[in-house]
């Protein structure tokens, strides 16, 4: 079955920390993305990476940045969190133009 | 120009009836097309993809691709209370797969 774990379902944090939010994949694909999602919004895509150790900035990439070391794992890191990231925080995988799969979420609260 | 917009909803409708989505995107280059649909408090799940022009049914629920005009749109038939969600279009090419803002639908019992 398939699956995209992310490392928290809530997250409380305070203002200027540096979070780090990760997610796993155990499908093998090669693109995976980061989305936050606020009411009205819809998903914003703040990166993607279609391979190891490769990234792309999304649309609000502005106060995150990314890491891909091995294929299955994608990391999201708030270099110092603000209160206007607090979000839900969606990771997904998927193969090439093929649908994506979703993890669970992670509620980060920045305070 | 956002790269995805769908009818902005809510939209209301009474169980039994279809509900009618729309979609149209900005990038002429795009590959695939997607229809998610997002309960309360959970992750999208894929309900319906698209890649080439015209009709795709499956089930209750029908694609509808139109490569010229860059709209995509999903119809559900005989509409159900628990397809009450929100509806998310979604659009890849060059590796990127970007969203709209979604549609919320209520099926009225």
């Known amino acids: 079955d398939v699956k995209v774990t992310q490392s928290s379902r809530y997250l409380v944090k305070r203002t200027g920390e540096k979070v780090f939010l990760e997610c796993v994949q155990d499908m093998d694909h090669e693109n995976m993305f980061w989305y936050r999602q606020d009411p009205g919004l819809g998903l914003r895509l703040i990166y993607f990476s279609y391979d190891v150790k490769m990234k792309e900035k999304g649309d609000i990439p502005e106060g995150y940045s990314v890491s891909r070391e091995k294929k299955e794992r994608f990391s999201l890191i708030l270099e110092s969190a603000s209160t206007n990231q607090t979000s839900m925080y969606l990771c997904a995988s998927g193969s090439m133009n093929t649908e994506a799969f979703f993890g669970q979420g992670t509620r980060l609260t920045v305070v | 120009q956002k790269e995805v917009e769908q009818n902005s909803g809510p939209l209301s409708v009474p169980e039994g009836a279809i509900a009618s989505l729309n979609c149209t995107y900005s990038?002429?280059?795009?590959?695939?097309f997607f229809w998610y649909r997002q309960y309360s408090g959970k992750s999208p799940e894929l309900i319906m993809f698209i890649y080439s022009n015209g009709d795709k049914e499956d089930g209750r629920f029908t694609a509808q691709l139109n490569k010229a005009s860059q709209y995509v749109s999903l119809l559900i038939r005989d509409s159900q209370p628990s397809d009450s969600a929100t509806y998310l279009c979604a659009v890849t090419g060059d590796y990127k797969l970007s969203f709209g803002a979604g549609t919320t639908v209520t099926v009225r019992a």
């Open positions: 990038d002429r280059g795009s590959q695939s």
